[in-house]
């Protein structure tokens, strides 16, 4: 709601002036109150780009059994004609996480895969990666690999390769023709944490030395890294603290929850 002041009224003198400012005043005090009080709409919900990748990883694609091949480089001169390019994508980055993958062996975490910057360093040549499209003509030129690739020996495509085949030949293959990126597997796995469960022995209800004592056991040489990292020896001015305004305290000169 728009007010209108006509400047000559505000100037007014008497009781007209009086009448005209506490009309102005209560204008302003609804208009101010809706401004106030109106309850927020509700907006989307807000992911960080890591959560968005997870969602988008635990999405499931049907099968495409019938695929169009076609010439590699014909299908790259065709794809550039259409406009195809790192534009056209709608995720920077995607986890390459699936339970095809992990079904005999889960030894390792997601790969993070920089969608765009491989799109890049491949000059927007969508075709090295989507090498075939689906032979229904209403679906995307360019599909998800595990839309196409699921376990080794499907039933509507035995002869096809696996969705973990298919990842590590055509990205190791890549890697190892451009001389660029990794070619080993810690190079683009983190490797899982063990199960614990049975490699420690704590009490019910174990104080915190105790845990720290129960990782020392097999961690000796990570806890001597770790002391010489600023994460132990960090410490500061203590301006604002009663008695220490003079000195400089933090973990590597005073004891704090170094256990």
């Avoid at 209108?4 to 506490?22: N, Q, Y």
């Avoid at 020996?153 to 451009?178: E, F, N, T």
């Avoid at 500061?236 to 000195?247: D, E, I």
């Amino acid at each position: 709601m728009k007010v209108r002041l006509h400047p000559p009224d505000i100037f007014l003198e008497g009781p007209k002036k009086r009448k005209t400012a506490v009309f102005l005043c209560f204008i302003l005090g609804i208009t101010a109150s809706s401004m106030t009080t109106a309850p927020a709409a509700p907006g989307p919900e807000v992911r960080t780009e890591q959560e968005q990748a997870r969602v988008h990883a635990a999405q499931r694609y049907p099968f495409i059994a019938e695929v169009e091949r076609e010439d590699p480089v014909l299908r790259k001169l065709r794809l550039h004609r259409m406009g195809l390019d790192s534009g056209d994508i709608t995720h920077e980055y995607f986890l390459l996480s699936s339970p095809v993958v992990n079904a005999d062996t889960d030894t390792y975490q997601p790969v993070r895969f920089m969608h765009s910057k491989h799109a890049s360093a491949l000059n927007d040549n969508c075709a090295a990666c989507h090498h075939y499209r689906p032979a229904d003509k209403e679906q995307s030129e360019t599909v998800a690999c595990r839309a196409c690739h699921k376990e080794q020996s499907h039933p509507q495509a035995p002869s096809r390769v696996g969705l973990k085949s298919a990842y590590h030949q055509k990205c190791m293959g890549c890697h190892k023709d451009m001389n660029q990126g990794p070619t080993g597997c810690q190079g683009c796995h983190r490797k899982n944490p063990p199960d614990h469960t049975n490699l420690v022995s704590l009490p019910e209800d174990p104080q915190p030395r105790e845990v720290t004592q129960a990782c020392l056991g097999c961690h000796e040489d990570e806890a001597r890294d770790f002391v010489t990292t600023a994460h132990w020896l960090w410490k500061g001015p203590a301006s604002y603290t009663v008695n220490r305004q003079h000195q400089e305290i933090g973990k590597a000169n005073i004891t704090l929850n170094n256990f």
